[in-house]
């Protein structure tokens, strides 16, 4: 079996080896991970493949988070499976039902960083890149830290509590 989707100007192929699952998104946890209920009954903590969100408790965390619920929160859609992370989370591209995929979706509306230590796709650098020129979502501040910044100085036993004027 081979299926072709559209998605605006992409072109995803997929053979009878993709690894579909559907199910319907009934929590989302932050600008990049969700949790699908799967048609057995079993829910999956899906991270989204190709994007880093706002931590919690950095500029844009909630509007990343309420983002992407207005995006997929109580719809069906279909996730191609990647891989699973030390976390157990099972690491997808989402798509909606008219096609869209939701890392994309985030990366064009500014709500996240293409997440190019893990991911090297040359369309989500672009949508990156584009969101940033424009002035959307994160890219408003003059100088948003990623993430994997943050993430990295609360490893290091640091508390980045008062490190941001949160504008949410």
């Known amino acids: 079996m081979l299926l ?3 998605a605006n100007s992409s072109c995803f192929v997929f053979t009878s080896q993709t690894n579909f699952v559907s199910g319907q998104v009934i929590k989302v946890i932050d ?21 880093d969100a706002p931590e919690s408790g950095m500029p844009y965390a909630k509007k990343a988070t309420q983002y992407l619920g207005d995006l997929c929160k109580n719809q069906t859609i279909k996730i191609v499976k990647n891989n699973v992370d ?11 039902k008219d096609g869209r995929e939701l890392s994309r979706e985030m990366l064009k509306a500014g709500y996240a960083w293409h997440y190019k230590e893990y991911n090297s796709d040359p369309e989500l650098a672009a949508l990156e890149e584009k969101a940033r020129q424009a002035k959307r979502g994160l890219w408003k501040d003059k100088n948003p830290m990623a993430p994997w910044e943050i993430r990295k100085i609360r490893r290091q036993g640091i508390s980045t509590k008062d490190m941001f004027e949160t504008n949410e």
């Open 31 to 51: 600008g990049d991970t969700y949790d699908l209920l799967l048609k057995d009954k079993t829910t999956i903590r899906v991270r989204m493949d190709g994007i």
């Open 4 to 6: 072709i989707l559209l």
């Open 86 to 96: 030390r976390y157990g989370r099972t690491i997808s591209y989402s798509y909606l």
